[in-house]
C-alpha cells in the first residue's frame, strides 16, 4: 500500500528556516498536504499544494514537490518558538509518522 | 474554516463493552469521512473510509466487525468500537471531506482508555 516516510526529528534555533522533507510512493493523490500538531491540540492543515505543481509558497511556508522524486518538502522561514509542534506529511489520506520540530532559543 | 466536532472527547470504558464516538461536520456537507488511529508518537493510521449511504471501506488489517462505521447523513458518522479491550485503548481521529472537495478537515479526536 501507499507509504509516507519522513524524518522524526528536526531541531533548529529561533530564526533559522526549517525544512521538514517527506517522500511517498503513491503519485495518484491530487494533492499533497503538510499538517501540524501542537501538543494536546489536534491537527490543523497547514498548506497544501497540488499534485501538478512544483512550488507554493504561503507567508513564511514554501512547498515544494518534485514528482519525479515523489519527494516534498516544507520551509518555514525565520522559525519561531511557536512553530514547535509535529508536522506531518499526508499524500491523500495517507500520513507520515510525523516531524517533531523542536526550536530552541 | 470548515469545523468538525467529535463527542465524547474523552472515554474511559471497561473491556468488553462498546463505544460510540460521533463525528460531525458542523458547517458543511461531508460526503465521505475517514476515520484515523494514532498511537502515542505514531503515524495516523487510516482506519476506514466512509461514504455517505454507503458501507465503509476498511482498510487491511482492520476488523470491520470490531470497528462499526456507520455513515449515514452528510454530517454525522459514527465509530462504534465493540467488545472493547485495553489494545484498542488510542487516540481516535475523524476527518471529513466535502463534495468535489480534496481538503480534510479534522475533528479534535477521542481519546479512548479501556480498562
Known amino acids: 500500500g501507499e507509504d509516507v516516510e519522513q524524518s522524526l526529528f528536526l531541531s533548529v534555533r529561533e530564526g533559522d528556516s526549517s525544512v521538514i522533507n517527506c517522500t511517498y510512493t503513491?503519485?495518484?493523490?491530487?494533492?499533497l498536504y503538510w499538517y501540524k500538531q501542537e501538543p494536546g491540540a489536534g491537527l490543523q492543515l497547514l498548506t497544501y499544494?497540488?499534485?501538478?505543481?512544483d512550488m507554493k509558497q504561503d507567508q513564511r511556508l514554501t512547498v515544494l514537490l518534485n514528482k519525479k522524486d515523489k519527494h516534498l518538502s516544507l520551509r518555514i522561514a525565520d522559525t519561531q518558538t511557536g512553530d514547535s509542534a509535529i508536522y506531518f506529511c499526508?499524500?491523500?489520506?495517507?500520513f507520515g509518522r510525523g516531524t517533531s520540530l523542536i526550536v530552541h532559543p | 474554516g470548515a469545523v468538525v466536532s467529535q463527542h465524547p472527547s474523552r472515554v474511559i470504558c471497561k473491556s468488553g463493552t462498546s463505544v460510540k464516538i460521533e463525528c460531525r461536520s458542523l458547517?458543511?456537507?461531508?460526503?465521505?469521512m475517514f476515520w484515523y488511529r494514532q498511537f502515542p508518537k505514531q503515524s495516523l493510521m487510516l482506519m476506514a473510509t466512509?461514504?455517505?449511504?454507503?458501507?465503509?471501506?476498511?482498510e487491511q488489517g482492520v476488523e470491520k466487525d470490531k470497528f462499526l462505521i456507520n455513515h449515514a447523513s452528510l454530517t454525522l458518522s459514527t465509530l462504534t468500537v465493540t467488545s472493547a479491550h485495553p489494545e484498542d485503548s488510542s487516540f481516535y481521529i475523524c476527518?471529513?471531506?466535502?463534495?468535489?472537495?480534496?481538503?480534510?478537515?479534522f475533528g479534535p479526536g477521542t481519546r479512548l482508555t479501556v480498562t
Open positions: 499526508a499524500s491523500g489520506p495517507t
Open positions: 503513491d503519485s495518484s493523490s491530487t494533492y
Open positions: 499544494i497540488f499534485s501538478n505543481m
Open positions: 458547517d458543511f456537507q461531508a460526503t465521505t
Open positions: 466512509s461514504n455517505e449511504g454507503s458501507k465503509a471501506t476498511y
Open positions: 476527518s471529513a471531506r466535502g463534495t468535489g472537495a480534496d481538503e480534510q478537515y
